[in-house]
């Protein structure tokens, strides 16, 4: 027999610690995933740097590792009170730059296009968030953490645009158009 609800809609403290045990488990299968994610890929990166052979595979697993934390971590985001939208919009954009990136570094067609496409959705995300009529406020933490995601983008653009101006040239003659300039 199922207890009855208490005064003012409030439910038993059995079904919320419950709910509170599931979500720590949730949110504890999560971290595993990121971490999990963060040496599998961090490993492929450096083998990929290195030219040691498995560095494919282990930037793959890492990044579907990282997509599926992202998934489930899409649960834990709207316990911290994130509306449908923003959650969805920012798991897609993170979903689709993780998938650019692994494209980007097997040398795969369609790499810059996911890229690009997360790229834009992260920037839209304040655009959408500015004109949402819902009482539902992000954190100060959030709005730090998409500047400083911001400020990286924008300052590797700048690095990237000036590495294919100078392309093909000596470190000697970089630095005899500096001086002229």
């Given at each position: 027999m199922?207890?009855?609800p208490l005064k003012n809609g409030e439910e038993p403290k059995i079904q919320k610690s419950r709910a509170t045990n599931d979500l720590k488990k949730n949110m504890e299968k999560t971290?595993?995933?990121?971490?999990l994610a963060f040496l599998a890929t961090a490993t492929g990166a450096i083998f990929k740097i290195m030219h040691w052979?498995?560095?494919s595979i282990c930037l793959i697993v890492g990044s579907l590792l990282l997509v599926i934390a992202l998934i489930l971590g899409l649960a834990k985001n709207k316990e911290s009170g994130a509306s449908d939208m923003v959650n969805y919009l920012f798991t897609g954009a993170s979903v689709f730059m993780?998938?650019?990136s692994v494209f980007m570094a097997q040398h795969w067609g369609g790499g810059r296009v996911f890229g690009m496409t997360g790229h834009i959705l992260m920037f839209i995300m304040p655009l959408i968030l500015l004109f949402q009529k819902d009482d539902?406020?992000?954190s100060n933490s959030f709005w730090?953490?998409?500047l400083v995601f911001v400020f990286m983008m924008v300052t590797l653009m700048m690095s990237?645009?000036?590495h294919q101006h100078h392309e093909g040239e000596t470190p000697q003659e970089h630095t005899e158009e500096v001086q002229s300039e």
């Open positions: 199922e207890p009855a971290k595993l995933l990121n971490l052979p498995g560095a993780v998938v650019g539902s406020k992000m730090s953490s998409y990237r645009a000036h």
